[in-house]
């Protein structure tokens, strides 16, 4: 079974950065999105961002693009997003995911099947 298990999430003033890592584990197939979804209490789960491990495209939401950067080190299975100029609503419970292979996962929570616990990520203005 996948497994995943980020971590980077902290409190951080507005404009600061932060750099989120989803270490993925148990991962037998090569064709798959792994993206980075945040949702606050109360609303939808947001996909923020998302890389092909088949051609290595990349997507992002709006509110991130020149922000947000993902990445992957595929000798560590690992998938980072680096944070920059945070704003206060960037706040939120942040997941990483991973789809089942051949599915191109976008930024469509239900394309993913495989999630992590999430990590917390504070902005204070």
């Known amino acids: 079974e996948v497994q995943l298990v980020e971590s980077g999430g902290g409190l951080v003033q507005a404009g600061g950065s932060l750099r989120l890592s989803c270490v993925a584990s148990?991962?037998?197939?090569?064709?798959?999105?792994i993206g980075w979804f945040r949702q606050v209490p109360g609303k939808e789960r947001e996909g923020v961002s998302s890389i092909s491990i088949t051609d290595g495209s990349t997507d992002y939401a709006d509110s991130v693009k020149g922000r947000f950067t993902i990445s992957t080190d595929n000798a560590k299975n690992t998938v980072y997003l680096q944070m920059n100029n945070l704003r206060p609503d960037d706040a939120a419970d942040y997941y990483c995911a991973v789809s089942r292979p051949f599915v191109v996962g976008g930024l469509i929570p239900n394309r993913y099947t495989y999630w992590g616990q999430g990590t917390q990520v504070t902005v204070s203005s």
């Open positions: 148990e991962i037998t197939f090569d064709e798959y999105t």
